[in-house]
DNA sequence: TTAGGGTTAG
């Protein structure tokens, strides 16, 4: 279109040649950009590609080109790669060009990186300034990759090109921090917006909702609504994610009648987050009548369902459910794998782990960390340490902490002293600073009663300043979290302590007459056993079942949440109570849930 | 041509 670009020098008077010629300019650029917006598919876009070549004046035109890489970058169809081609034809881009092949790549996770050196060669070319525009897809492109160092940079552009002022500059700011777990300068950037909108809201409850900063997600939450916003579905799958994760049933239940109430759209992200916060709340029934009802399911929807089955214990509903998701064409990814697989860990399903395992290869799905941990862990709970451990060994990438601490775990349940021993040397080698590993060596020599062995662990874990992590359970009494430490201690003691003592002190003797005898080798402390019974009675769920049983009667479930991973006493004891108290019990650890009803839990003793 | 959202081993 060069030809017909009149002189900027030639004045542009209405009725004048060159105001008519203008004007068709214009015409043929609104017929070009239509026709272009018009194509169905990636085919026909190179079709009249094709076509327009032939008219050499259009055919080398910035504008016309950049709306072809406008269109590859925007269309789901689109090709990043034919973009590219056409871009390098371009001898002087315009911003609109790099915006559009930036934001092309931006949106695209393995095309973030290329995104940001196009930034960064938008700038050393000195052909075209950014706008508001290029600074929004440039941050967008840092967030996927989780790349600070070069949105920090990006962010000092900002201010060189006066563009802070731009909402969609700031939010791109606030979510790169946010994704990059830097909550404090989100927070900051989020304090300084003088026009905060729905989006930045959403933006920040989702960042602190990512990070497990669940309480400041759900006050900010409520400041939002104070404020006189009115969440939408994007907002509202921020903070159901945050009770998910805080395992807050009851507050999930009433922002879900929330959704209700003001007929908030309830589109495939939202259902799936409702399914994954009533799984991960307990109440695996309403998410799987949710789930039957979507109308269309995805990826996700599927994977979620399979995720929240398998935690329960509900395995062979997993199993089948993947079945169907087979059958209904849906492509199982990833993620679908890592559930099917810890599903199989849970019950000791060891062929249909393998079996799985196969599949994800010919599916040509890449195994990552999270999958060999799975097998690990699938081969270890079966007792199968030895193979576990060449599989560990024949790893293509080298294995990470929680794979070396999955096997020390099984060294652990089957009393392999001397392997267990090597294994922890390695694992300490690359983790030197974590508690937990020396409490599942220390509880390795304890229950082979290598007492000096543990005195010497918990020597070394005080010369070197590491400290276990307190073991914490909260318990949902009437809408508010209870939470409880292990020992009855760190920090301030709960109000009603006396009266849960009194409650323990009741199962206590409940128990040990139904014939329970503690498994005290779970107490890694070099003491009397006198002493060890007391440490396990209060381990921080008993506490919080404890005060369960107080504030609530029958039929009425108790729920706890646990930081940690149930020990095999607590188990044991919980199993009794739920039979000699005629309580339903819902314990989340760490890992996955038991419910306890009639002396039987879900899990079926195997966790 | 712009911004915010769902599933992930122990």
């Avoid at 670009?5 to 068709?24: F, M, T």
């Avoid at 060596?441 to 992590?469: F, H, I, P």
Wanted: one cysteine or more.
């Amino acid at each position: 279109m060069a030809r017909l670009v009149p002189s900027e020098k030639k004045v542009n008077v209405a009725g004048s040649p060159h105001h008519h010629l203008r004007q068709r300019q214009q015409q043929i650029e609104e017929h070009i950009a239509r026709l272009i917006q018009s194509c169905p598919n990636m085919s026909s876009l190179r079709q009249v590609h094709a076509h327009l070549l032939k008219l050499p004046s259009i055919s080398s035109s910035v504008y016309f080109l950049s709306k072809i890489i406008g269109y590859c970058a925007s269309s789901p169809s689109g090709d990043m790669a034919y973009a590219r081609r056409i871009f390098s034809q371009i001898p002087h881009p315009n911003v609109f060009s790099w915006n559009s092949m930036i934001r092309g790549c931006s949106k695209l996770q393995n095309l973030s990186r290329e995104s940001i050196s196009l930034y960064k060669r938008m700038l050393q070319s000195g052909s075209a300034s950014p706008n508001s525009f290029t600074i929004a897809f440039a941050l967008k492109a840092c967030s996927l990759v989780s790349g600070l160092w070069e949105g920090s940079q990006i962010h000092a552009h900002v201010y060189r090109f006066g563009l802070d002022s731009s909402p969609f500059v700031q939010t791109g700011l606030l979510n790169l921090y946010a994704k990059c777990e830097r909550i404090d300068s989100a927070r900051s950037i989020f304090d300084e917006s003088p026009g905060k909108n729905l989006v930045s809201w959403s933006a920040m409850i989702g960042g602190y909702a990512r990070v497990g900063m669940v309480n400041e997600a759900l006050d900010l939450f409520r400041e939002m609504q104070e404020n006189g916003i009115d969440p939408d579905e994007v907002t509202m799958v921020s903070v159901i994610s945050a009770c998910a994760r805080a395992g807050a049933l009851s507050l999930g239940r009433w922002l879900h009648a929330l959704i209700d109430r003001n007929g908030i759209e309830q589109d495939m992200e939202l259902t799936t987050a409702l399914i994954d916060m009533y799984a991960k709340c307990g109440s695996i029934g309403i998410a799987r009548k949710l789930f039957d009802e979507m109308p269309q399911r995805d990826t996700k929807a599927w994977s979620s369902m399979i995720v929240g089955l398998a935690i329960h214990g509900l395995v062979e509903d997993a199993l089948q459910l993947f079945s169907q998701m087979r059958e209904s064409k849906v492509k199982p990814n990833e993620v679908t794998f890592v559930g099917l697989l810890s599903a199989c860990a849970h019950r000791g399903l060891v062929s249909e782990g393998r079996r799985f395992w196969s599949t994800m290869r010919e599916l040509g799905i890449e195994p990552y960390m999270e999958h060999y941990g799975c097998m690990v862990d699938l081969l270890c709970r079966a007792g199968l340490i030895e193979e576990a451990h060449s599989f560990v060994n024949a790893m293509p990438v080298p294995p990470n902490p929680v794979i070396w601490r999955t096997l020390l775990v099984g060294c652990k349940n089957r009393r392999m002293l001397a392997k267990g021993e090597a294994i922890a040397r390695q694992l300490l080698e690359l983790e030197p600073r974590n508690a937990e590993n020396y409490v599942v060596l220390s509880n390795l020599y304890a229950m082979s009663s290598q007492w000096e062995k543990v005195a010497g662990l918990r020597k070394t874990m005080r010369d070197g300043g590491v400290r276990a992590a307190a073991g914490l359970s909260c318990v949902e009494i009437a809408g508010r979290l209870h939470q409880f430490a292990a020992g009855g201690g760190g920090g301030e003691a709960h109000p009603e302590m006396e009266g849960i003592r009194a409650v323990l002190k009741e199962v206590a003797e409940r128990v040990r007459l139904a014939g329970h005898r503690p498994a005290t080798a779970a107490v890694l402390h070099d003491v009397g056993e006198e002493e060890k019974e007391m440490a396990l009675c209060e381990h921080s769920e008993r506490l919080a079942i404890a005060y369960g049983m107080m504030k609530t009667a029958p039929p009425v479930a108790i729920r706890v949440v646990k930081n940690l991973r149930v020990c095999v006493d607590c188990h044991e004891v919980t199993k009794i109570i739920s039979r000699e108290f005629d309580r339903e019990i819902v314990v989340r650890d760490r890992v996955r849930f038991h419910r306890f009803v009639g002396g039987v839990c879900s899990c079926g003793d195997f966790w």
